[in-house]
């Protein structure tokens, strides 16, 4: 754990009970991340090891025919996995979006889900190294089930400071 002001921010949201944690991890990411709270972002789960971000389909995120906006999608998988990454990277570097990779493979239903992860090693590698990049998983489900995108974050990690 790389024990940064988010991991320990989240860390006091954790002694909350279920709801009201859910409601202030969101709150806290999105006093931050403001466009995450703009579509009505919200967090299920935030820990070094996984985030869980779901967006509802409602008006202000639907494109013309009634389902979540492509945009949309790309900020949920943004805000996911950028979560997760976020509460490893030292607090002495910045994390940094290199690159995002998003196939709309098929119609989403309904409300979207998504989960990021990063494993034992992709989290010691953060902390371990200086700088570098990695993709962090996500995968998004809509409420069938279904996966109608298919996203691919990388993220990097440099010094705050230059070299």
């Known amino acids: 754990m790389a024990g940064n002001r988010l991991s320990r921010a989240v860390a006091y949201c ?3 009970p279920g709801p009201l944690r859910r409601r202030a991890t969101t709150l806290l990411f999105n006093s931050q991340v403001r466009f995450a709270g703009t579509a009505g972002l919200r967090f299920e789960t935030l820990s070094e090891a996984q985030a869980v971000v779901v967006v509802r389909n409602r008006r202000k995120v639907q494109n013309h025919i ?5 945009a949309a999608m790309a900020l949920l998988a943004e805000t996911a ?4 990454f976020g509460m490893n990277v030292p607090d002495d570097r910045l994390p940094l979006l290199k690159s995002m990779h998003i196939d709309y493979v098929k119609r989403a239903q309904g409300d ?7 494993d034992a ?8 190294e200086a700088r570098g990049d990695l993709v962090v998983p996500v995968t998004i489900t809509d409420a069938a089930g279904e996966s ?3 996203a691919t974050m990388t993220w990097a990690w440099v010094p705050k400071q230059r070299d």
């Open 14 to 16: 954790a002694a909350l």
């Open 66 to 70: 009634g389902g979540v906006h492509a």
């Open 81 to 84: 996995s950028g979560a997760v």
């Open 112 to 118: 979207l889900r998504a989960v990021a992860t990063l």
């Open 121 to 128: 090693a992709q989290r010691a590698r953060i902390v371990a």
């Open 148 to 150: 109608p995108v298919v």
